[in-house]
């Protein structure tokens, strides 16, 4: 568990952060958070500027280097670009064109690796080794995992959290749910705290069920932020077997229903690695008040509209 105290010092020393909002959808008792509105379009800011801020001079001074499948390196870039130093982001072939624009916007030069999200992690680790660079975990770092755990106390500011049933929060590498679980169980022991991903890509579900990740056949999935095996012995995977009360899995014919539904409900454009909560927060039986975290928007148009286009026809039927 990631101490409070470091929660409440990433937020505190993460001044250019953005407070996103929360809306309130009375018919299903979901509130949402919308991550998609901060800067850079994901929460993937908040872990990498916290991280970045708590490095010495000479370790920005010599050039970063992550993986990212789009929203982290995004973070990275900006954080870099703003603390006066460099990033090279390693991503896999098959990531938005839309991320791959943003993160060369904020000045990251991007290399791209054939063979997935795991494949360019690898190769990123090696060439930060190799070259004397320092590394950004996506997920695997204690202030990378206390800054997105800013973003549980943000909402404690801003909902009666001691009415809420449960949260649910999307999950790839774990990062912002064991931040967040970990503020949570500190401050609200009695709220459920669920992670969700693609059935497609269940990697940490089988993790936090005693499985091997050897054993996951990976398809591809809309929520593609969420995608790929995560590094062995990373410190998320015993954070949420501890923290979390289970990680569910929602199907992609459930993210793009999310998609469709998010926008049709409150004109918000969110990727599919944020829906996966929408969907898994639609279906659930909690009767209480329950937060939903909406953790990007980065979504390309050529996948957007066809899905909003999909919805309406299915609706004429």
């Not at 809306?23 to 929460?43: A, C, L, V």
């Not at 039986?285 to 050529?302: C, K, L, M, Q, R």
């Amino acid at each position: 568990m990631i101490p409070i105290e470091w929660i409440e010092q990433a937020r505190a020393r993460m001044t250019r952060i953005e407070k996103t909002p929360v809306t309130w959808d009375s018919q299903h008792r979901i509130y949402f958070k919308w991550e998609n509105q901060q800067q850079t379009g994901s929460f993937k800011r908040r872990g990498a500027l916290n991280k970045l801020l708590t490095l010495q001079d000479w370790e920005l001074q010599r050039g970063l280097v992550t993986a990212s499948a789009g929203n982290h390196g995004q973070g990275v870039a900006l954080a870099a670009r703003e603390c006066g130093t460099k990033a090279i982001v390693f991503s896999p072939l098959d990531t938005p064109p839309v991320k791959l624009a943003a993160m060369r916007a904020y000045g990251a030069e991007v290399r791209l690796v054939e063979g997935g999200y795991v494949a360019a992690e690898a190769a990123a680790m090696q060439y930060a080794q190799e070259h004397e660079l320092t590394w950004i975990s996506p997920y695997n770092d204690a202030q990378v995992v206390a800054g997105q755990g800013s973003l549980a106390l943000e909402l404690f500011d801003q909902i009666d959290f001691k009415t809420v049933e449960a949260v649910f929060l999307p999950v790839g590498g774990g990062g912002l749910l064991a931040g967040s679980a970990s503020a949570i169980r500190q401050r609200y022991p009695q709220v459920k705290v669920f992670g969700v991903q693609s059935s497609a890509s269940p990697f940490m579900q089988v993790l936090f069920h005693g499985g091997n990740q050897g054993e996951v056949i990976e398809e591809p999935s809309l929520a593609e932020g969420l995608a790929g095996a995560i590094e062995p012995y990373a410190i998320t995977i015993p954070m949420i077997r501890a923290l979390a009360d289970d990680i569910l899995l929602v199907n992609e014919a459930d993210i793009r229903a999310a998609i469709s539904w998010t926008w049709n409900s409150f004109s918000q454009k969110i990727e599919g690695s944020a829906a996966v909560s929408v969907a898994a927060a639609l279906q659930s039986e909690h009767t209480g008040p329950i937060v939903a975290v909406i953790t990007g928007g980065n979504i390309e148009d050529t996948v957007f509209q066809p899905i909003l286009a999909q919805a309406s026809a299915e609706d004429r039927q």
